[in-house]
């Protein structure tokens, strides 16, 4: 681990194929990243699992580890020791559904939102910050650096000139990209921006095994709508099954916590408080000027102050 006081790891779900689209953040200190880091290598280990992959979970094994990672991030979480932050986009709203859009642009931009956020807003505590995002040549790393420095010193320099005595003293020392099958932390952002893609592009599906499944809220609906329900259940793919059993799983496990996250009612996982540390954010257009960029445009605009609004 690089010199710095904090970690996040990066992956996204989805970014240039379906409506919904996503990327997780997974951060930390540094100082709880041998730990958390080694614990979730043994869970894949036990598991027999070399690489736990949102995309390639379709059985028993794979639901399994996932489901012991899930409780053991939940658990850090709890502790206040990490943050899981996911952010999905809908590619059919005013931002997004526009000619020519690139999406390789739009996810750079999407991941400076999300880590503007997280580093700035969700810790907002003093300290160096390194980025370890999956791999992912296309995206001008580098130059979403810059922007970011640039971003965090405009915000220090503001508190500054508020208040003289309220300056955090946040850095960005860089981002590096990893090989996620070496790097555990990146395989657990990729298993949660899955899971926040599959909530919103699959809450039909998840409807209704969670209504099959839980028998005694069944009963309460008409037998026509009850078998119409069961029809959907048996056509779900086994890969859906493992999916539903994850998805309501971790959906249970951050209710019981309190963390204000919502499911069904919200048409996917989204969490009304942010501050809480399972933060699932629906982007949404930020306004009128808020487009997704196209081949000609920058990954951030001039005008980007305006998009820093986060719920």
């Known amino acids: 681990m690089d010199t ?37 290598q043994k869970i894949l280990e036990e598991s027999g699992v070399t690489e736990l992959k949102w995309y ?19 658990t850090s979480a709890k502790e206040g ?33 999300l880590l503007n956020n997280v580093i700035i807003r969700k810790w907002g505590e003093p300290g160096f910050w390194t980025v370890f995002p999956d791999e992912q040549s ?64 699959s809450i039909g599906k998840h409807a ?30 086994r890969s859906d099954r493992e999916r539903c059993h994850i998805l309501d799983k971790l959906f249970s496990q951050c209710k019981a916590n309190g963390w204000g996250v919502h499911l069904l009612r919200t048409y996917g996982l989204k969490t009304t408080n942010p501050t809480c540390p399972i933060n699932f954010w629906h982007y949404t257009p930020q306004s009128d000027l808020d487009k997704a960029p196209t081949k000609t445009r920058a990954i951030i605009p001039q005008d980007h102050e305006d998009m820093n609004k986060s719920p």
Not at 12 to 21: C, H, I, L, P, T
Not at 33 to 38: D, I, L, R, S, V
Not at 138 to 158: G, K, S
Not at 166 to 172: V, Y
């Open 56 to 74: 390639e979970l379709s059985s028993a094994k794979m639901r399994f580890a996932a489901l012991k990672v899930i409780e053991y991030t939940l």
């Open 138 to 201: 296309a995206i001008d790393w580098q130059e979403l650096e810059l922007i970011l420095q640039r971003r965090i010193m405009q915000v220090e320099n503001q508190r500054k000139e508020k208040d003289p005595d309220n300056i955090l003293f946040i850095g960005l020392e860089k981002i590096s990209q990893v090989i996620s099958n070496e790097c555990p932390p990146v395989q657990v952002a990729d298993l949660f921006a899955g899971i926040g893609v599959h909530s919103r592009e």
């Open 4 to 40: 710095g006081t904090h970690c996040s790891f990066g992956d996204e779900s989805s970014y240039n194929a379906g409506r919904y689209r996503g990327i997780a953040i997974v951060s930390m200190q540094v100082s709880f990243f041998p730990e958390y880091n080694a614990t979730i």
């Open 81 to 113: 020791k990490l943050r899981v932050d996911v952010l999905t986009w809908d590619t059919y709203d005013s931002r997004h559904k526009i000619r020519g859009r690139d999406d390789l642009l739009n996810l750079a931009k999407m991941y400076y939102h």
């Open 208 to 237: 209704s095994f969670f209504m099959v499944r839980k028998r005694k809220d069944c009963r309460r609906i008409s037998e026509q709508l009850r078998s119409q329900l069961q029809k959907t259940v048996d056509k779900l793919s």
